[in-house]
T-cell receptor, first 111, second 114 residues
């Protein structure tokens, strides 16, 4: 089946740790995105990539990093420098002018 | 900077009723307006996408309208069912490539009472 997957579903981070969230799609989409969702708030864009080996910062990129070495994969690293990273993280992908398709999300909790 | 607002934040209606969800945006220079559904703890599912040149889109019991001049969009749900209970988010797109500048509202949490 075609789709977009995220792993893990739940992730726990200790203070001082970097953690990486996985996002994979087999929809042959060029564009991929990472969003953060906090309770009672809309989605905020962290990073996006329109093509392999290229990505741009979104509205809240500080404390996060990404890579786009393959078309199918767009991992997000939450660095130890990120304050208050506890949130629900959503990955999405799209064709150039089509709607975005979202993964099931990863819930990150800082211990 | 675009701001998207959805009021009310929560809405409860009896099963079978028709209802309207509201979305307003401050910058009318949008490329399209989308409505998404989100179930608790899950990702978003696209419901309807309205291009800026269109006034409405329909899918089954759902109808979305767009009035750029007034900065408003509505999502009409006919004959509501308990399975419609979810959070509904609207999002505007500024550009015509990749939708990379989606600006989301905070959502309306809809509960359909059996």
């Amino acid at each position: 089946d075609g789709g977009i997957t995220q792993s893990p579903k739940y992730l726990f981070r200790k203070e001082g740790q970097n953690v990486t969230l996985s996002c994979e799609q087999n929809l042959n989409h060029d564009a991929m995105y990472w969003y953060r969702q906090d309770p009672g708030q809309g989605l905020r864009l962290i990073y996006y990539s329109q093509i392999v080996n290229d990505f741009q910062k979104g509205d809240i990129a500080e404390g996060y990093s990404v890579s786009r070495e393959k078309k199918e994969s767009f991992p997000l690293t939450v660095t130890s420098a990120k304050k208050n990273p506890t949130a629900f993280y959503l990955c999405a992908s799209s064709k150039a002018t089509d709607t975005q398709y979202f993964g099931p999300g990863t819930r990150l909790t800082v211990l | 900077k675009q701001e998207v607002t959805q009021i009310p934040a929560a809405l409860s209606v009896p099963e079978g009723e028709n209802l309207v969800l509201n979305c307003s945006f401050t910058d009318s220079a949008i490329y399209n307006l989308q409505w998404f559904r989100q179930d608790p703890g899950k990702g978003l599912t696209s419901l309807l996408l309205i291009q800026s040149s269109q006034r409405e889109q329909t899918s089954g019991r759902l109808n979305a309208s767009l009035d750029k001049s007034s900065g408003r969009s509505t999502l009409y749900i006919a004959a509501s069912q308990p399975g419609d209970s979810a959070t509904y988010l609207c999002a505007s797109s500024k550009t015509n490539f990749g939708n990379e500048k989606l600006t989301f509202g905070t959502g309306t949490r809809l509960t359909i009472i059996p």
